[in-house]
């Protein structure tokens, strides 16, 4: 047996319910198709998306958003979905309330029924699940390398789905990097451009203006278009455009953006340290600002 000594996190206990294809369902209750392709095939979508704990109460993050993208997810690689978001949203918080949880990381996934042939399966079923979660990558600032690992090709997985089978290029870059004694992996995409992080989305900084990888060969967040738009309100100039490793490492500073993680920033990559102090980026602004956006507080270009 191979023993890889990671913590092992309990993500429910015997109370924790689950949301099943239009019930409710203890979590130890309900399962899959052991015959399914989402099993087999890692053929699926999901989402994250996070509950946060505001003055105006528990309150999901873009839940439509994460609710349409999975819908879009399905549609573009043949899963069904028929669902709606508005009932799923409901759904979400009742979840949340059966499980009494007031901040939570919630997952929903669609999975794809019994078919050995590599064709979409006819029937399809959606889970959602959710659990009390820190920030993915913690709160200090985390050390990054070059992985040798790459993003899947736009050519073979559509970039925009978030697709299960993806990730296991995400799983083998985030196991070697942290072998290596690194928080988190950045890799390449296919014409070996920078892309992103394993689960994150990457913005550099140099001067007055943040860099982001185009959108085609990432996967477009959520977090990182709230990050594009509050760097319009502060009227920071964000520049989408393919960056090489060299860019990268020429930065002023840089972070990380996801829902699991929120905003990050990244000390260094490889033996390239970032000369700005993290406190005085324009991503420590952006971060401030996403967490108040987050949290409700309307006034969030005051209070930062
Ligand atoms: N890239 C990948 C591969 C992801 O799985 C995620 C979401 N965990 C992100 C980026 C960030 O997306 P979002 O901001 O929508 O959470």
Not at 169 to 179: D, F, G, H, P, R
Not at 243 to 252: G, M, N, V
Not at 259 to 276: L, N, Q, R, S
Request: hydrophobic share 40%.
């Amino acid at each position: 047996m191979i023993e890889f000594g990671w913590e092992v996190m309990e993500y429910f206990d015997k109370n924790a319910w689950v949301y099943l294809d239009g019930q409710f369902v203890k979590a130890e209750a309900a399962s899959t198709d052991l015959f399914g392709q989402s099993v087999h095939y890692g053929f699926s979508a999901i989402e994250g998306i996070r509950a946060y704990n505001t003055h105006n109460g528990t309150r999901l993050f873009r839940a439509e958003q994460h609710y349409e993208r999975l819908r879009r997810s399905c549609e573009e690689v043949g899963i069904g979905f028929r669902w709606e978001t508005d009932v799923l949203v409901d759904k979400t918080y009742e979840l949340l309330e059966r499980n009494n949880l007031r901040s939570a990381y919630i997952r929903p996934l669609v999975t794809s029924g019994p078919n050995m042939y590599l064709t979409p399966a006819s029937n399809s079923s959606i889970v959602i699940t959710a659990w009390e979660w820190g920030p993915f990558l913690g709160t200090d600032l985390i050390r990054t390398t070059l992985s040798p690992y790459r993003r899947p090709s736009p050519y073979s997985v559509p970039m925009a789905a978030k697709v299960a089978g993806q990730y296991v290029a995400s799983i083998l870059a985030t196991t070697e990097a942290t072998k290596r004694g690194f928080d988190e992996a950045i890799l390449l995409d296919h014409e070996g451009y920078v892309a992103q992080a394993s689960s994150n989305n990457l913005f550099i900084e140099k001067g007055t203006t943040l860099y982001t990888p185009a959108a085609g060969h990432i996967f477009p967040g959520i977090t990182r278009q709230a990050v594009i738009e509050l760097a319009g309100i502060f009227n920071i100039d964000v520049v989408e455009k393919q960056l090489t490793p060299d860019e990268l490492k020429a930065a002023d500073s840089a972070f990380l953006t996801g829902t699991a993680t929120g905003i990050v920033g990244i000390a260094a990559v490889d033996e390239v340290t970032f000369p700005e102090t993290w406190s005085d980026t324009l991503g420590a602004t952006i971060q401030r600002a996403y967490k108040n956006l987050t949290l409700e507080k309307e006034n969030y270009e005051v209070i930062i």
